[in-house]
């Protein structure tokens, strides 16, 4: 592919992205001609911050309402924040003018979960990838592209619905490499495909990764896949960073319980494996009206568990180097 | 197929050679959902139905019940699904009614889309009760609340008056299952009863359904695509791919040895918590159209053990001298051929 002027910035020292205290409050619903009760706000997100360096991955995991999308859509300024900050390469995403942005948003890009939703359905294969191309004035191969996510040329002429969902990941991929970002949201990218495809598409993108040395946010709700992919791995709950560790280390030594319950609750195929499962009883809250304290006391199986949590929100603080957890009692951890 | 030998108790549903065709829209032709399938459900166990989108699984569960929608499906005569002596395909529709819900009943994939937005919980769980056991509306109320006791849900009292929307995803998976449950069924079958949820809510309803299972000895066809459900949950395993059961075994011997390359390579591509960050498994190409199986064995254009027998025939289920373990495939009969390409 002929690439054009701009970017290659010679490594950077610092990391490529780094989020600061990233927060995004929905408003409730406001009282009508004083009529009603006013609904308290959704803090998606509340206070999130970390960095990722340049070829590396992070792996945000959560359940749902833990606000991991809305991290990744913010980030890209597909939604506002209400504030914080976010360093691209040095530049504050968060300060630009929209004509700036569009020009950085030719570095950073998303892939969506749902392959299904997240093409033109009256696109073909070729209009989707060139689109990209046309708004950032570029000369790309369409061709080449594809090859370079394992699609035979043919499928150019083809639309979404002639596509199996694999296929039509290939193609979400594809339309974000056609601009060639350095940084890719991948948003769940695998959730909506069936296990031997979604095996697949893991391993395209870690070989795009080597390739282009891109990096990657990947978010994701499932431990397992995440494990074959990320360097450093950052665990939501309601909004916040619960844990964050290099991944070796969180897989080995989860310092947060919620972690831990994560971790005992993915099925392992393999029989008589359900070492002590730990199911979390309760429900996931609402970010609406998150609980006192620590938000994970009212679910918290940690045999320590006290006043103080339900009382005293605890940091996220570094318990060994590099891996920082906010529990009270990380320090034993469960 | 070889029936294999009673786990413990007697067959309740016994399913032979069903085949559910359905008619494709602007003449692409018939889609052979499900081809030829057959197993038993014995008395109180759980039996585990694994495959990947496409292969008929979620086909064949509607069809025990009749459900599927004709046209455009329609299930071909000479398929048997025999309970309680009787063939459920031949049976007149009042006397099906009687077995729907109450001897045989269904949980779905989506608590979202599979409850009544306009009534109550208590109402849709009571509903069952009054049709079938002809309670009265305040017996069956108390059967509700009693219901939603069983599953787990605070304060039931109240939460019988709740409608769907004012519950929680968790929490409708479990009211799906209090209707399912309240005329005790002999046989409970899941479809993906946890796809849908988180993973701390699936652990929850996971292990909801193995105690009432024991609590209630019922025998539960649970059906999934995840193979750790399996492993954790079931007693013995169908793998389905392209319309056909491919291997049927004891849970603990299809994972210790799985022996159709299929299964073998699903188990390889599902990523492991337990193993250190490498690349994964991935089976080539696709799941073919069903309006177009391959000929010979279904799986061979994507089988990294095919030789030219596997394109001309298709082997039937063999057995592999693990009781009760039988796979489609002629590398039972060839095993050398797996070792030669290792």
Redesign the interface.
């Known amino acids: 592919m002929t690439t054009p002027t701009p970017v290659p910035s010679p490594q950077p020292l610092g990391p490529l992205v780094e989020v600061r205290d990233l927060v995004k409050h929905y408003a409730g619903e406001r009282r009508w001609f004083g009529l009603g009760r006013a609904q308290a706000d959704v803090r998606a997100v509340d206070g999130v911050s970390f960095a990722i360096s340049g070829g590396k991955t992070l792996g945000l995991v959560g359940e749902s309402g833990s606000g991991k999308t809305t991290v990744g859509r913010t980030m890209l300024r597909l939604q506002e924040p209400t504030s914080g900050s976010m360093l691209f390469d040095g530049n504050e995403v968060f300060a630009l003018d929209s004509g700036a942005l569009r020009a950085l948003r030719r570095r950073m890009q998303i892939v969506f979960q749902d392959p299904y939703s997240s093409l033109n359905p009256r696109m073909t294969v070729e209009e989707t990838l060139r689109e990209p191309l046309e708004i950032h004035g570029l000369n790309g191969a369409v061709p080449a592209l594809l090859d370079e996510v394992g699609l035979d040329a043919a499928f150019a002429k083809r639309y979404p619905h002639e596509l199996s969902g694999g296929q039509r990941q290939r193609v979400g991929i594809a339309r974000a490499l056609s601009v060639e970002p350095q940084f890719i949201v991948c948003d769940e990218p695998v959730s909506a495909l069936d296990v031997s495809v979604q095996a697949q598409v893991l391993n395209l993108l870690a070989d795009l990764q080597t390739k282009r040395r891109l990096t990657y946010l990947f978010i994701a709700h499932d431990l397992a896949v995440v494990r074959h992919i990320a360097d450093d791995v950052a665990v939501m709950y309601l909004g916040k960073i619960v844990e964050r560790a290099p991944a070796a280390e969180i897989y080995a030594q989860p310092r947060h319980p919620y972690t831990t319950a994560l971790l005992s609750a993915v099925p392992a195929p393999h029989p008589r494996a359900s070492k002590q499962r730990i199911v979390l009883s309760g429900d996931i809250p609402s970010p609406a009206h998150p609980p006192s304290g620590c938000p994970f006391h009212p679910r918290c199986p940690h045999p320590k568990k006290s006043e103080r949590c339900r009382t005293d929100p605890p940091p996220l603080r570094p318990i060994t180097p590099g891996h920082l957890a906010a529990c009270h009692y990380a320090e034993d951890p469960m | 197929m070889t029936t294999p030998p009673a786990p413990n108790g007697a067959v309740l549903l016994r399913v032979r050679d069903l085949k559910t065709y359905f008619v494709t829209e602007q003449g692409k032709g018939t889609a052979r959902a499900v081809d030829d399938v057959s197993f038993d459900l014995y008395a109180g166990e759980t039996l585990g139905i694994v495959g990947?989108?496409g292969c008929g699984k979620t086909v064949t569960s509607l069809s025990i019940l009749r459900l599927i929608p004709e046209p455009p499906g329609h299930i071909l005569p000479g398929s048997l699904i025999e309970f309680d002596g009787n063939n459920l395909l031949a049976l007149p529709l009042p006397q099906l009614r009687a077995v729907r819900g109450n001897q045989i009943a269904m949980i779905f994939q989506e608590p979202m889309t599979s409850l009544n937005p306009v009534f109550t919980v208590g109402d849709q769980i009571a509903e069952a009760a009054i049709i079938h056991q002809h309670l009265s509306r305040g017996a069956a109320r108390a059967r509700a609340i009693e219901m939603l006791r069983l599953v787990g849900i605070p304060d039931p009292d109240e939460r019988v008056d709740h409608y769907p929307h004012q519950l929680?995803?968790?929490?409708r998976q479990r009211v799906m299952i209090a209707m399912a449950l309240v005329c005790h069924p002999k046989v409970l079958i899941a479809d993906e009863p946890t796809t849908a949820l988180?993973?701390?809510?699936?652990?929850?309803i996971?292990?909801l359904l193995d105690r009432l299972q024991r609590e209630l000895g019922m025998a539960v066809l649970l059906i999934t695509?995840?193979?750790?459900?399996v492993?954790?949950h079931a007693d013995r395993v169908v793998v389905m791919y392209a319309g056909r059961v491919v291997e049927t075994a004891p849970?603990?011997a299809l994972?210790a040895r799985p022996m159709h390359p299929y299964t073998e390579?699903?188990?390889a591509?599902?990523?492991?918590?337990?193993?250190?960050?490498?690349?994964?498994?991935?089976?080539?190409g696709?799941?073919p159209a069903a309006t177009a199986w391959p000929t010979g064995c279904r799986f061979h254009p994507r089988c990294p053990y095919a030789w030219e027998k596997c394109a001309a025939q298709e082997p039937p289920l063999l057995e592999t001298g693990v009781a009760g373990h039988t796979a489609r495939c002629w590398l039972v009969t060839e095993p050398e051929r797996r070792q030669a390409k290792r």
């Open positions: 990947e989108s929680s995803g968790g929490m988180d993973v701390t809510i699936q652990a929850q996971l292990e695509h995840d193979l750790g459900v492993a954790g849970t603990d994972f390579g699903l188990l591509a599902v990523p492991r918590i337990d193993a250190p960050r490498s690349r994964l498994h991935a089976i080539p696709q799941v």
